[in-house]
């Protein structure tokens, strides 16, 4: 069946294809439908083990959305959607779950539909689910932003203090985050109450509105949020600094490998090498530069230079440098946490091999029963983490060669400068 579905003859005409193309979508949504109920199923049996092991109630589940992002090559964060929309949608709204196995709903609008629902009661909820998907045919033609809109206001009709105090209790969760932009620029953004988030962007704009100097409007905002959050000119530099991993042929012998930025990702060696040479020669400015060594074969990092050989902090440091981003496969998640992949109380030395760089979420799940990391140096200096899941299941992850390494050499150089002066050499 799947042979046929998924073979595709270029020569079968338009309307043939564009049929398979709809026929293909209803089974993404029929599969994101069987995927739930097998989810949801997981958890109770797990939970069930658990329950009839002793397991007190508070500690039962730990891990399985973790397992399921494993399981989705996911990354654990979004583990915890898939398993939540599945247990909503298989307990709770049978209609919504009806309409995406009949491809009536894709994945993201059933998904809309179970976060605007979220803040009900269980029969509020599954009024909410009967009115909205009972009948298929009332969902034909909606986008994203009309079923998120009908959802909302049969929420409200249906419980309006319920909806209240969900608009009161978001503002404890703004938060702020940044991640690259093409051109090595980044996305600095913030979520904010919907009043705070409005007053910000005003401020900026009547900055905008009062500048002639020659830039753009969106230069003008983007050097107006910079002079006040850090409370310096744009060009100035400030009392914080870049991790910036470049090799010595890329520093020195005009090498085109990128450089890796701490926190941003790669960025290209032309732009590299300008921001360590406006560092070096600003007075304003210090550049500190510490040696890192790499295995001649597969560039990994296999040590730093420190001036002590015991020292905590600096090895802390080498296992960020080495690993990048948490270390659990499909989480790109920053790292928080440098801990002993074997713990200590079952013998594990604290070393870099057997260190692994994890977020603060991972490094909580690996600690549940039955999960188990297990870490060995290969022949040519690799780093592996292999991860092993309650279900027996294993997942290997290698930590990348360092930036712009070739076999050529054996080194790469980490260079701390002010992100102004990278700011202002970009």
Aim: aromatic share 4%; hydrophobic share 40%.
């Amino acid at each position: 069946m799947f042979e046929s579905i998924l073979a595709v003859d270029p020569a079968a005409g338009e309307p043939a294809l564009i049929a398979q193309i709809g026929e293909l979508e209803r089974l993404k949504s029929a599969a994101a439908a069987a995927q739930a109920r097998a989810a949801a199923a997981f958890d109770a049996a797990r939970r069930s083990a658990e329950d009839a092991a002793g397991v007190p109630s508070r500690g039962r589940g730990r891990g399985v959305a973790a397992e399921v992002a494993l399981a989705r090559r996911d990354s654990p964060a979004r583990g915890s959607r898939h398993l939540g929309f599945a247990k909503a949608l298989v307990n709770e709204m049978p209609h919504t779950l009806a309409a995406l196995e009949s491809g009536a709903l894709s994945e993201w609008r059933a998904t809309l539909i179970v976060r605007e629902s979220a803040c009900l009661d269980t029969d509020d909820r599954r009024a909410l689910d009967a009115e909205l998907c009972a009948d298929p045919d009332r969902l034909s033609g909606l986008g994203d932003q009309r079923i998120c809109a009908e959802a909302k206001k049969i929420a409200y009709r249906i419980d309006p203090h319920a909806v209240v105090d969900r608009a009161v209790k978001a503002p404890a969760e703004r938060a702020v985050s940044l991640r690259p932009a093409p051109e090595c620029m980044a996305y600095l953004t913030a979520l904010l109450p919907m009043t705070q988030g409005v007053s910000v962007y005003a401020a900026l704009k009547r900055a905008a509105d009062r500048c002639g100097d020659g830039r753009s409007r969106g230069q003008v905002m983007a050097d107006t949020l910079i002079e006040r959050v850090t409370g310096r000119a744009a060009e100035e530099p400030t009392p914080v600094a870049v991790q910036l991993v470049i090799s010595d042929e890329t520093l020195l012998a005009g090498s085109p490998a990128s450089a890796m930025a701490t926190g941003y990702g790669p960025i290209p060696a032309g732009v590299a090498r300008l921001l360590v040479r406006s560092a070096a020669t600003d007075q304003r400015s210090r550049a500190t530069l510490r040696r890192l060594y790499c295995h001649p074969r597969s560039g990994a990092l296999v040590a730093m230079e420190s001036r002590s050989r015991i020292f905590p902090t600096g090895l802390a440091s080498f296992i960020r440098l080495r690993d990048e981003t948490c270390r659990t496969p499909y989480c790109d998640a920053p790292i928080r946490h440098t801990d002993h992949a074997r713990p200590v109380s079952k013998g594990g030395p604290t070393s870099a091999a057997n260190g692994n760089g994890t977020c603060e979420a991972c490094n909580y799940t690996k600690e549940a029963p039955g999960w188990t990391v297990a870490t060995h140096t290969d022949s040519d200096g690799t780093h592996t983490a292999v991860l092993t899941t309650p279900t027996g299941a294993s997942h290997t992850s290698t930590a990348p060669s360092a930036a712009g390494w070739t076999n050529s050499r054996s080194s790469s150089l980490e260079i701390d400068i002010g992100i102004a002066l990278a700011q202002h050499a970009a």
